[in-house]
């Protein structure tokens, strides 16, 4: 089956600072990877995501870039604001499978 | 639109009974997926079901089961409850396999 593996666990930033967030996947039949942010409390919504036939995406200050020939992808947040903190999940689609998760802070 | 609808929202049982879990996902979405969410361990995939197919399953015993009916509808069952199937238990619908999932508020299981 399918194996994501996701680093940092836990990211700390100052406010404005970037945050990379790295995955990894282990099968090369997956060809969609969203990334979710679920808030404290909340559900887990799509923040972005990329298809295999792509190699970078950007919406405003979210991007998402893929390597499939090393089978991983980064989000990259820029200039972090206090409400972005929050739990970040990758996922690989063949078999629906996620990261363990991100847990982002960020400091006023 | 109605978004992904879960119920119970909160369920507690004993430990060696069984409960059913209920999903409506968003209308016209066909796809819907099961995850167990618990602290360190992230989401764990269960099943994913499409036009009343199960197409994936997650590496859990076979007391948990699924289904999806004709209305997209899901359910999923855990029989003989055991302490460790406390978690919060997430429902996402998607128009199709491998589109934005869109998850319901999760139903709370506590099992004592």
């Known amino acids: 089956g399918e194996n994501v593996e996701q680093h940092p666990s836990t990211l700390s930033v100052q406010e404005g600072d970037s945050a990379v967030i790295k995955c990894t996947y282990s099968d090369s039949a997956s060809n969609y990877f969203p990334w979710y942010k679920q808030e404290l409390g909340k559900r887990p919504q799509l923040i972005i995501d990329i298809r295999s036939n792509v190699g970078e995406k950007k919406d405003q200050r979210i991007a998402v870039t893929l390597n499939k020939t090393a089978k991983h992808f980064s989000l990259h947040i820029t200039e972090t604001q206090p409400e972005d903190s929050a739990v970040y999940f990758c996922?690989?689609?063949?078999?629906?499978?996620f990261g363990r998760g991100t847990s982002l802070i960020v400091h006023p | 639109k109605a978004g992904v609808t879960q119920t119970p929202r909160y369920l507690i049982k004993t430990r060696g009974q069984q409960v059913t879990l209920s999903c409506s996902p968003i209308s016209g979405h066909r796809s819907v997926s099961w995850y167990q969410q618990t602290p360190g361990q992230g989401l764990q995939f269960l099943f994913e079901?499409?036009?009343?197919?199960?197409?994936n399953k997650g590496n859990f015993p076979g007391r948990f089961s699924g289904r999806q009916f004709s209305n997209s509808r899901s359910e999923m069952n855990v029989s003989t409850l055991e302490l460790g199937d406390s978690a919060l238990y997430l429902c996402?619908?998607?128009?199709?396999?491998?589109?934005?999932?869109?998850f319901g508020q999760g139903t709370r299981l506590t099992v004592v």
């Open positions: 996402a619908s998607s128009p199709l396999p491998n589109t934005e999932a869109f």
């Open positions: 079901y499409f036009s009343e197919t199960q197409r």
């Open positions: 996922a690989a689609s063949r078999i629906p499978t």
